[in-house]
């Protein structure tokens, strides 16, 4: 599907559909006088509509104020034009109050606008953008073009040919004339991101036994090729020389058939950077729980346990190609959590890399083992000033948050604060959470320095302060907690069922942001 802007002056109607998108109206935005003409504010409804709607003889608009339309949120009028113009239909969708606008609200009406042109077949649609917007318009085009192809993903590679059915080959954006200038980067920017997200549903919804750690870091080296990054992969010798203890207790069952890959990916700015930031990503490919074995129900998902990782991907592959002006290292901590003779077992004590010994109490808390061992190689060897870590960690925090907004924990107000706004600007919601110092008692551990879990009570906090325990003074650290959010049951909007990419355009936000 290709998204373009329209050339100023070019006719909506060459279009199968033609949509406008426009605001709340007041009731004295659309008068009918009684010759049966319309007389539109200038503001709400976009020049452009109002020469086609005279090319209908005044009856598009007046027939959407007959049957109620106002521009509410999501609210749709459309009709068919009885070879009026070339365009066999045209529509109004609403979005909602002037005043409310955000750009969540146009990357949704582009998702509506998606979903109508699927509705009626349309191969060509036309998308026309309202005349006045507080947002910058930079911003309003990426949000549209991100909304659609964020719509048009599929996972399809399982489904046979026949099935794949009806696609939208192009749709044009119509912008005002004051806002044509070059708004190309703001569509080039859109596609990169949603690529970078829909490379990260990819991987999500793909099983187990296709996607094991070595196939992930396959694709990251494809994708290192692709975007110019430079990778290292660590296999189970490097891993054992680094003593990443920790990581190999979690991966030792499957370790003789199921290796796992920690990846390490390098994006250098043209112009060298002050600022280093470095990106963690769980990437369990799949999660049995270990010998504290999860229930079936508990399970079944659980090839979505390396969403954190595929939204390190997805970013790192977005940023570079975009190129940010920072420095950025994305690690992808890989393994699974098979069962089996060779199992690490509650009960073990393992060291880790930075010394810190760690009593198991529970195997199936594997997510803050992995991580831990990669937050001090990374310290060790890139001294990052910033490390945010992104994981499927905790089912706490989905009873805690939801499923429509992710946890953020972390030691510096001013980076939890910017992440919370990049999300804001994503459309993905993070609700901080607290590092509650009275809760570090649950993992204190009789035989060791620490326990990897304590009981279920503040579970999501606990295993934060976990991590904690492996971030060194001065470093500023969030940790992201999006067991609730990297995995749909229902779509909506923009969102598919399946794999989310959760994350990855707040993370892009922020890193291009510094
Ligand atoms: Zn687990
Ligand atoms: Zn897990």
Not at 388 to 403: E, F, N, P, Y
């Amino acid at each position: 599907m290709k998204i373009s802007l329209a050339k100023p002056g070019k006719l909506a109607d060459e279009n199968d559909l033609i949509i406008a998108l426009t605001f709340k109206l007041k009731q004295d935005d659309i008068k009918q006088t009684t010759k049966n003409t319309v007389k539109t504010s200038p503001v709400k409804i976009s020049k452009n509509i109002k020469e086609l709607d005279e090319k209908l003889n005044s009856l598009f608009l007046s027939s959407a104020q007959d049957e109620g339309f106002l521009g509410d949120e999501g609210q749709e009028f459309i009709t068919n034009t009885l070879g009026q113009i070339k365009a066999k239909s045209i529509g109004l969708l609403g979005l909602g109050d002037a005043h409310d606008q955000t750009l969540d609200s146009f990357r949704k009406i582009a998702a509506l606008a998606f979903k109508l042109a699927h509705r009626k077949r349309a191969k060509t649609v036309g998308i026309m953008v309202p005349d006045k917007v507080t947002l910058p318009w930079f911003d309003i085009v990426s949000a549209v073009a991100e909304g659609l192809h964020l719509s048009n993903y599929r996972f399809d590679r399982y489904r046979r040919r026949d099935d794949k059915g009806f696609a939208i080959k192009e749709i044009e954006i119509y912008l005002p004339s004051q806002a044509i200038q070059d708004q190309k980067t703001a569509l080039m920017r859109a596609q990169t991101v949603a690529q970078g997200v829909c490379l990260a549903r990819d991987l999500i919804n793909e099983g187990p036994m296709e996607l094991n750690p070595e196939k992930f870091a396959q694709e990251a080296h494809k994708i290192a090729q692709e975007s110019g990054l430079t990778i290292e992969i660590f296999d189970e010798k490097k891993l054992k020389k680094e003593k990443m203890n920790l990581m190999l207790g979690v991966a030792q069952a499957s370790l003789m058939t199921i290796p796992p890959r920690l990846i390490k990916l390098h994006y250098k700015p043209a112009k060298p950077s002050k600022r280093k930031i470095v990106l963690v990503g769980k990437g369990v490919t799949f999660d049995s729980g270990g010998l504290d074995l999860k229930s079936s129900e508990g399970m079944l998902e659980m090839k979505t346990d390396m969403s954190g990782a595929a939204a390190v991907l997805g970013t790192m592959y977005a940023i570079a190609k975009i190129q940010a002006k920072v420095e950025v290292i994305g690690y992808m901590a890989c393994v699974e959590n098979g069962i089996g003779p060779h199992s690490y077992h509650p009960g073990d004590i393992i060291t880790s890399r930075k010394g810190i010994t760690v009593e198991i109490a529970n195997t199936d808390a594997e997510g803050r083992l992995v991580l831990a061992d990669t937050m001090t190689y990374a310290i060790d060897n890139d001294q990052p000033d910033t490390i945010i870590d992104i994981a499927t960690l905790t089912g706490s925090i989905v009873i805690a948050l939801g499923q429509k907004m992710a946890g953020i924990f972390s030691n510096d107000d001013a980076l939890c604060d910017a992440i919370i706004q990049s999300g804001k600007m994503a459309g993905e919601s993070f609700w901080r959470m607290p590092l509650t110092p009275g809760l570090k008692e649950i993992i204190k551990s009789p035989l060791a320095d620490i326990k990897n879990c304590g009981d279920r009570y503040g579970g999501s906090i606990t295993a934060a302060l976990f991590l904690q325990e492996f971030v060194d003074q001065g470093i500023k650290w969030a940790h992201l907690d999006i067991a609730g959010c990297a995995n749909n049951h229902k779509p909506y909007g923009y969102i598919p069922s399946g794999g989310v990419g959760f994350g990855v355009r707040t993370l892009v936000d922020y890193v291009m942001g510094q």
